[in-house]
């Protein structure tokens, strides 16, 4: 069986100019990183087009360690409504670091579904990520300036400072540090940290602006503390945002790549699922519609998570109506919800598949709460026996769902034929069906309260001392109609990792509630989740080499 990495050096590119050219865009309209990548320039949005066409979401069911294919199925499906005729883009998040040298790889598809070229999409691409970085620590050195200085000190009290430091890497050691050190010419010293950078705030504003203008007055509106005196301090009292928003004049452009089977994709911005609002930008999504029939997306984790935050808070601030939901869903996923050890998903379990089903129901469900129905994409492994996937195309025909085995993994494009004939159906039937869960009008601890009970299947959620009054310190700030952005584990429907499949009369903790006033919504932190990640034990690190050739290995 082939790797990943030898599958995507074998295929044959087209020039990204041709690329362009599928989506009726002229050479001199792109700014090209090479032969294979370009920056697209903003202009090209039309709001008309964006109106006609058609917006799928691909989700999952809750994450198992055996990995469920979610990308690798939404190219699959782009390239399979290629094949049929119908013009379509494939629009999804760019890859981290931290997961690409930590545990999960990296997020360019798989088998004979990839997006390409895959080595530099996994890695430094066209430097997104460094630029949102750079931007997030320009206003973190501002800010630590202006403590130092004695002209132009705003009065800023160290210890309400929230603002920390960002590193496209996986390292706990940075999460709570020590700064200023060493005397008085060397900064004030306070407490602070590190965050990943795909959970910066400045990620999520890039991922939601609408142009530079936006873009500026979103990086003005980032909080980062009080004075003395209790008055509220911005990024824009700093004057930062000009300056930060010069970082991003690139980054702020989604960036056009390729399918194996030469698909347009749009890849940009990448905020975790888990941690921030885990889809792509708004702007590339628009860009998409825009220039193809049919746009197929995808959303961080699983439909509590992902697909949660794509419908409450990128929809509702886009004012996109996605017009269909494929749910993925695998087998070996469902037999480790129905309790089977990640050492036998490989071995025919049709008793552990049956009990698995419970947490497909509730993701069917979830999808459902927002008016939208369903189509499961069962993607098939060579382990999956026949009396396995009878016990899930049964269930699914029962409770009258529709679905299709997926197989792009092996087969790319033929392997989805099935599931994109249903979703161009679905997209073309659903054209206004769209419902939001909540109305961000609605106070803070009732938007949580409604995502907990209605999507975590929860049976209540409690509030630490330290989240109270940052409810309270919310509601003074005016911010207490924003959408919330729930950070939860991904690994349970719960806030805690070991409760798997479908767990029930359980509680949400929220330990604390930051404040994105620029992305413009909330962040509960629910149970012990962080926001900057640690390598595992043995790090996918240790695998990755490059030889004298500049070939790489271990890359996946």
Known sequence: MKKDIDIARQAKMLHIKDIASKLGIDKNNIEMYGKYKAKLPLSLIDYEKIRKNRLILVTAITPTPAGEGKTTTSIGLAQAMNKLGHNTTVVLREPSLGPVFGIKGGAAGGGYSQVIPMED??????????????????????????????????????????????????????????????????????????????????????????????????????????????????????KANGAMAVLLKDAIKP????????????????????????????????????????????????SELGAEKFFNIKAQYGNLTPNAAVLVATIRALKYHGGASLKELEKNNPD?????????????????????????????????????????????????????????????????????????????????????????????????????????????????????????????LGLDKLPVCIAKTQKSLSDKPSLINRPTGFIVNIREIEIAAGAGFVIPIAGDIMRMPGLPEVPSAEFIDIDNEGNITGLS
């Open 255 to 302: 960036n056009l790549v390729q399918t194996l089977e030469n698909t347009p994709a749009i890849i940009h911005g990448g905020p975790f699922a888990n941690i921030a609002q885990g889809t792509n930008s708004l702007i590339a999504t628009k860009m998409g519609l825009s220039l193809s029939d049919f746009v197929v997306t995808e959303a961080g984790f699983a």
């Open 352 to 476: 552990a598949v049956q009990k698995g089903l419970s947490n497909l129901d509730k993701h069917i469900e979830n999808l459902e709460i927002f008016n939208i129905k369903p189509i499961v994409a069962i993607n098939k492994f060579s382990s999956d026996t026949d009396e396995e996937i009878a016990v899930v195309t049964k269930h699914l025909d029962k409770i009258g769902i529709n679905y299709a085995l997926v197989d792009s993994w092996a087969k790319g494009s033929e392997g989805a034929i099935d599931l994109a004939q249903i979703v161009v159906e679905t997209a073309n039937s659903c054209t206004g069906c769209f419902t939001p869960l909540y109305d961000f009008n609605w106070s803070i601890e009732k938007k949580i309260e409604k995502v907990a009970k209605k999507l975590y299947g929860a049976k209540a959620v409690e509030y630490s001392l330290k989240a109270r009054k940052d409810l309270q310190t919310i509601t003074n």
């Open 121 to 238: 999409i996994n890695l430094h691409f066209t430097g997104d990520f460094a630029a949102i970085e750079k931007s997030h620590n320009l206003l973190s050195a501002l800010i630590d300036n202006n403590l130092q200085s004695k002209n132009r000190n705003l009065n800023l009290d160290p210890r309400t400072i929230k603002w920390k430091r960002v590193m496209d890497m996986n390292e706990r050691a940075l999460r709570n540090i020590v700064i200023g050190l060493g005397g008085k010419t060397q900064g004030v010293p306070r407490e602070t940290g590190f965050n990943i950078t795909a959970a910066s705030e400045i990620m999520a504003i890039l991922c939601l602006a609408k142009n530079i203008e936006d873009l500026k007055e979103k990086l003005g509106n980032i909080f980062i503390g009080y004075t003395y005196e209790k008055k509220p301090i911005y990024a824009k009292d700093l």
